[in-house]
């Protein structure tokens, strides 16, 4: 049976911030034993698709904060408790600005070295935050788990080429529906697979649908089991091994599962090789991509591994 980890509610504090008119609700996880202004490096932390505070992150953010890390995680506008209309709109770019906004709290903070702040990312939010690191040089290290890297490469993999093209052509004309009468369309986060009555979601698989649907129940009442279908089209165009070259001098670490059908390793290799300068990609024997999400012992071996990186790099 999986031992999946649970959070402590106790090691964190809430927070907002703001991001593009938005306020952010966040959470801030502080080193134990560390006095209320005593500056300590800091990370922000970014996780999956259309995913809340609550879920994955904490179990990164208590490992960085026994370590010496301040942590910082937050909901994207439009999800969970912070603002932003419409509701469930998830465009990787705004979650990017929002990424870059949590730094830049960070910046603001008297228990933050200003001078070591790092990235990591689970999931989406490991090509978020290669993606960040290309256009923030404030940022000292960052760390990629088992991320995005080329999103419509993934899915044209999966569907096939014609399959795809006519998988997107469905989603845009619920998108044209959507700008013909005016009201935001609603599509699926999860299912188990696409057929007659579910033609169209934005992780049709099993290993993602037990995820969430069970995160939902157990630790995050806010992620929502809906996003506008108009969120796709930009999902699907997303790509950060683009901008991998650009993320040279900031040191650079990938960990990824050697098995992983929803984000195949081949893109996180495509992402390392493109990157320039100093650099580490660590392979992890799983079995899926979830694995990495909040199960042992992946997810306390991969924040060894980013803890090891940031000592390296940004220093307790």
Not at 113 to 136: I, N, T
Not at 277 to 288: A, P, S
Request: with cysteine; proline share 7%; charged share 20%.
């Amino acid at each position: 049976m999986t031992d999946f980890l649970r959070a402590d509610p106790g090691r964190r504090r809430d927070l907002s911030f703001e991001s593009a008119g938005e306020q952010l609700a966040a959470h801030l996880y502080r080193p134990p034993g560390a006095e209320e202004d005593q500056a300590t490096p800091a990370a922000a932390l970014c996780g999956p698709i259309s995913s809340v505070k609550e879920q994955t992150l904490p179990h990164y953010a208590e490992r960085l904060a026994d370590a010496g890390y301040t942590a910082l995680t937050f909901d994207p506008r439009g999800f969970g408790e912070s603002g932003g209309e419409p509701r469930g709109r998830y465009n990787p770019y705004a979650v990017i600005d929002d990424y870059h906004s949590a730094v830049s709290h960070l910046l603001t903070r008297p228990d933050v070295d200003h001078d070591r702040v790092a990235l990591v990312g689970v999931c989406m939010g490991g090509g978020y935050a290669v993606s960040l690191a290309a256009r923030d040089k404030r940022i000292r290290a960052v760390v990629a788990i088992a991320g995005g890297y080329d999103i419509g490469s993934t899915f044209q993999q999966g569907f096939g080429v014609e399959g795809f093209a006519e998988y997107v052509r469905s989603i845009n004309d619920v998108v044209q529906r959507q700008y013909a009468g005016g009201e935001t369309e609603y599509i699926p986060t999860i299912a188990h697979a696409l057929d007659e009555d579910t033609p169209i979601a934005a992780m049709p698989n099993d290993e993602a649908f037990e995820y969430y649907d069970r995160t939902h129940r157990t630790e995050a009442p806010t992620w929502s089991p809906q996003i506008t279908a108009d969120s796709l089209p930009t999902y699907f165009t997303y790509n950060a091994v683009a901008a991998a070259p650009l993320v040279e001098p900031t040191p650079l670490l990938i960990v990824h599962g050697t098995t992983d059908v929803a984000l195949p390793p081949e893109f996180a290799q495509q992402a390392y090789d493109a990157a320039g300068g100093v650099k580490e990609l660590i392979w992890m024997d799983t079995h899926n991509h979830v694995e990495l999400y909040d199960q042992d012992p992946y997810v306390s071996d991969a924040a060894r591994h980013a803890v090891g990186w940031l000592d390296r790099h940004v220093g307790t």
